[in-house]
Structures are given as structure tokens and as C-alpha cells.
């Protein structure tokens, strides 16, 4: 889905020459992380609140414009690329710039959240499977086979963790009943990290430690 419908000019850009003091009244206005910044229509970066809110008002942003970063995402990306750019830098407003370097307005951090809100992984009912394997190990072709073998459809799939070597990975299947796709996933030699009530391979693991207390307490 392209971004371009999403892109807006509620704010104007803001210049060098603009005074600290009319910025920090922008930001108690508005609830934006950052403000663009322009020179002769060029798009030079953005300014962070936190950094202003300890400027001197009477000063020029040219004054502090080492603070500048130079964040932006261009008018075709996918909002899924901007999703990125947002939790890298922090921020709830992102420039737009054209492939000629033309400022074209910001998103905005929630109406990008909006388009996640509206795809088959949050929208649809199913089940969630969180599994780990090592970083080698894993397939996504394989997740998706082992899946399909048992007449369930996969509706998302993305990385939620990397650490020590072992991958962590996120699922979302189109049904409920998934005690025999978690019992499969094991039996390839992925663990399975998420809680399931319908898990039997838990909960026969639980009535083996229970029998065990039991006679161990004789």
C-alpha cells in the first residue's frame, strides 16, 4: 500500500531562519516528536523536541543546526518501510520527500499504525504461534508447508526476536485448533515459546510432573 493518501500539511515546514522560541510553540501546540526543516526549499533535516525544549527561544534553529537529522521516507515507499524509519528515529512525524528531493508533507505515526491495524494478521481471527529455532535452521517455506498440511491457512509471519543464534518467530494461522500444527513444529525441532490451552504436549508434560510429585511424596 502506497503512503501517498496518507501524506499531510497540516504543519509547514520550518526554516533556518525561523525563531527557537516559534518552534517551541509549535510543539506545545501540537504533540509532534520533531519538525521539518528547510533552507531556500531545500529539506535539511529534522528537529527534535527534546533537544529544543533546552534552546535559547531568542536564538535561530541555523544556530542549532548540527542537531539536525536527516530522517525522511520517499512518496512510493511502502508503509511497512515506514513503520522502520519511525522506530528508528523515534518519531511521530515523518517528512515525504519526491525522488528530486521535493518536500511533500509528513506522515503521521498512527495513521501508518492504522494500515497495520487493517491487515489479514490483526484483523482476522486465528491463532498466534510463537516459536524459536536456530538462525539456520528455520524455513519459512517450511513454516508455511507445515501450516498448509493440516488444511490451515497462514495470515502473517515476521521475526520478533533475535538472540544468542536463535531466532524467534511469529505466527498467525487461520484457525483456533492448532494442537496438531504445534505438535508438527516440535517434531521438526522447533520450541514452541506461546501458551496454548489445547497443547496436549504441555499438558501431558504437566500430569507426567504431577504424578511424579505424587509419587516422589509417598
Known amino acids: 500500500m502506497s503512503i501517498e493518501s496518507y501524506i499531510l500539511n497540516e504543519v509547514e515546514i520550518c526554516h533556518l531562519g525561523d525563531k527557537i522560541g516559534d518552534l517551541q510553540k509549535i510543539f506545545n501546540e501540537y504533540t509532534y516528536t520533531h519538525l521539518p526543516i528547510e533552507n531556500d526549499g531545500v529539506y535539511l533535516g529534522c528537529i527534535s523536541e527534546n533537544d529544543i525544549r533546552s534552546f535559547e527561544p531568542e536564538k535561530t534553529v541555523a544556530q542549532y543546526q548540527y542537531t539536525l ?4 521516507a520517499r ?3 511502502h508503509w511497512l518501510e515506514t513503520l522502520q524509519t519511525f522506530a528508528l528515529n523515534q518519531a511521530n512525524l515523518l517528512p515525504v520527500l519526491s525522488h528530486e528531493n521535493k518536500y511533500l508533507g509528513y506522515l503521521e505515526l498512527h495513521d501508518i499504525l ?15 504461534i510463537v516459536l524459536e529455532k536456530g538462525a539456520r535452521d528455520y524455513s519459512f517455506s517450511e513454516i508455511g508447508q507445515i501450516i498448509e498440511s493440516h488444511n490451515a491457512a497462514l495470515l502473517g509471519v515476521f521475526i520478533s526476536s533475535k538472540e544468542n543464534d ?5 505466527i498467525k494461522l487461520s484457525t483456533s485448533g492448532i494442537n496438531e500444527i504445534l505438535q508438527t513444529f516440535r517434531r521438526y525441532g522447533y ?3 506461546s501458551e496454548h490451552q489445547e497443547d496436549s504436549y504441555n499438558q501431558n508434560l504437566e500430569d507426567r510432573s504431577q504424578y511424579l510429585d505424587k509419587y516422589l511424596n509417598i
Do not use: A, K, P
Not at 166 to 170: P, Y
Open 69 to 72: 537529522t536527516g530522517f525522511f
Open 191 to 193: 520450541t514452541v515459546v
Open 75 to 77: 512518496e512510493d515507499d
Open 166 to 170: 536463535i531466532t524467534q518467530i511469529t
Open 114 to 128: 492504522h494500515c497495520f491495524n487493517e491487515t489479514s494478521f490483526l484483523n482476522e481471527s486465528g491463532g498466534i
